[in-house]
């Protein structure tokens, strides 16, 4: 007898490592991915080098994607979505949802990997002008243009002499409501930064942060890199408003280490966006009935020492659907759910209800 | 045919959870333990609460110790080492060593779970006086006073009325070497505020830092709180010495926010001691050839994308013998590292050599 198939649900990082779990251990696997493609945020959004290995996300997701390609075990829905659940694990009827129609999978487990959205900083009363001055971008439209080889000015297309990167935008703010620290976004400013100073070797570029949060290898690996091999400038401050001066953004807030007030000129500005829940996380969370933990992504039970299971029997979350993560967080993860769910099947089918 | 079994090394975290992931899955699991009890660091070192749940580590690590006694799959060695090891996986000879004499162990894959140490602030030319002032203790001295119910003042066994903690003693530091982040201080940090405020509610406690790492929900769960719940000062500035006047020992260094210098009367100084790559880590590392990354740590292969494959197969690494980790990391990786180690015996007994 076969086993009843473990559904996972997102084809980012997390979703795909643990679609290879699950077959490479000898169980079934559903992929269902609302996107025609997989590879989750790195590709959808374009991402022009991982953090912090800067490895191209087509080469690394593409790596991933062929170590689920072309197997028996693993039964992969593309442009699909989950649209109900009936029953309890191991005996579950999700309801998915495509092009041709409805349909019912019997399934036995559920890894729910549907990640997170980047913060809109239109919500922060457009204090940083992101809907009013071309000029404003952030880290996500930086990915774009880097990746493209087209780094620019976007008001000008000419190559800019000054940028800098406004952390925290969108995290650790309870103003907006966002109390958490999305964990990756001081690394991404260092990467990106570096690939700035590549891309615009003349230009001066800063980075505007609260506290530079490049944990573990991080800190040598890229936040003192961007410092000494790049020549990255890192203020700590605390900016209080991007307006316009003639064609020249100013940055206006304060050096928090000078202890002054500080007005820059600059030519590009990056808002280093934060992670929320993404809508399918959100949607999921009801579909499966997974209570959200205080900040609104999904919460997991027996806090540090459990960091997959949800308080629903059977049903897995990981990656960024359950905090802010880091590939590592999300690899680690996916893995560890394949251990847990195809546990929790084995267990079923050995003692049958 | 029973599987060979997967030598597991170290009962800590991230050890009890592969041990009992390799079971849940139907494998076979030997766990070997240089020490008399399991549960690793939280145990050894007398932790007072883990971060940020601030749970019994007795209670916590006793419930992974319970998921694993008692089972047939598994086969747990207390006071033994590892002393050698032979051929390749899927077919090692590991010898192991206990009062009783040398045995070997035919295993079919390895997950080395042999933790870190504490950052030992005698190395740091004593700056900071460690070895020379009673009242200046580290973390884990501190740990141990707030289990026993006992924090005082060392000197005088009173509550003390000022303590302070110095963030980044041994990380961030490339004139000692260790030029990584040891990712979890700044969290034990704000932990061990609330507790010296909850043992001592008339005491000032500052924290003096570089950077405040306390990343995703760490952010509001630890670092808030100890802000707007405990009134813990959090101080940006760097700290160049600890010396004494009379009874009291004085903080030197500047406050770089305010951009002066700074001189403080402190009853008690604890010292932020970072990770290192425990003894055991090294001598794994050696036994099994493993190469070390730049940063003394075991090397993993494949980036961001594989955080517990080491460059020799069918040999894993889990937890913070692989870099500094929180307990989130290492109960993550102890699950994906199971899931790798049983895929490896699974496909070596398809395709038999």
Request: aromatic share 8%.
């Amino acid at each position: 007898m076969s086993s009843k198939p473990i559904l996972v649900i997102g084809g980012g990082p997390a979703g795909l490592e643990a679609v290879r779990g699950i077959a490479d251990l000898g169980y079934q696997a559903i992929l269902i991915e609302k996107a025609d493609f997989l590879g989750g945020m790195p590709i959808s959004a374009d991402y022009a080098a991982l953090t912090p290995d800067m490895r191209s996300p087509e080469e690394a997701m593409g790596e991933m994607i062929v170590a689920i390609t072309d197997n028996p075990s693993i039964d992969i829905r593309l442009s699909t979505t989950v649209v109900g659940s009936k029953g309890d694990a191991p005996n579950m009827e999700v309801t998915v949802k495509n092009a041709g129609g409805e349909e019912i999978l019997e399934v036995g487990s559920v890894i729910v990997a549907t990640g997170f959205k980047h913060f809109d900083p239109g919500k922060e009363t457009q204090m940083y002008g992101y809907y009013e001055f071309e000029d404003v971008i952030t880290l996500v439209d930086a990915e774009k243009m880097l990746k493209a080889d087209e780094f620019a000015r976007p008001s000008t297309g000419e190559a800019p002499k000054t940028v800098c990167f406004i952390q925290c935008v969108g995290s650790r703010d309870r103003q907006i409501g966002n109390q958490w620290c999305s964990k990756v976004c001081c690394g991404i400013a260092c990467k990106q930064a570096i690939e700035v100073k590549e891309a615009a070797p003349d230009a001066r570029v800063f980075v505007f942060y609260i506290d530079m949060r490049t944990y573990g290898f991080w800190e040598d690996e890229i936040y003192w890199k961007a410092q000494e091999d790049y020549n990255v400038n890192f203020i700590r401050g605390i900016v209080t408003e991007v307006t316009k001066r003639g064609d020249t953004l100013v940055v206006k807030g304060e050096d928090t280490t000078m202890g002054r007030p500080m007005e820059v000129a600059m030519d590009v500005v990056i808002l280093s966006v934060g992670m929320e829940p993404s809508d399918g996380t959100v949607e999921m969370a009801d579909t499966f009935e997974l209570p959200l933990e205080p900040h609104g992504y999904i919460e997991t039970t027996g806090g540090a020492l459990n960091t997959v299971e949800t308080t629903v029997p059977g049903v897995f979350v990981v990656g960024a659907a359950a905090g802010p993560a880091d590939l590592e967080d999300s690899v680690s993860m996916g893995g560890s759910a394949v251990m847990k769910a195809c546990s929790f099947i084995r267990k079923s089918e050995l003692q049958p209800a």
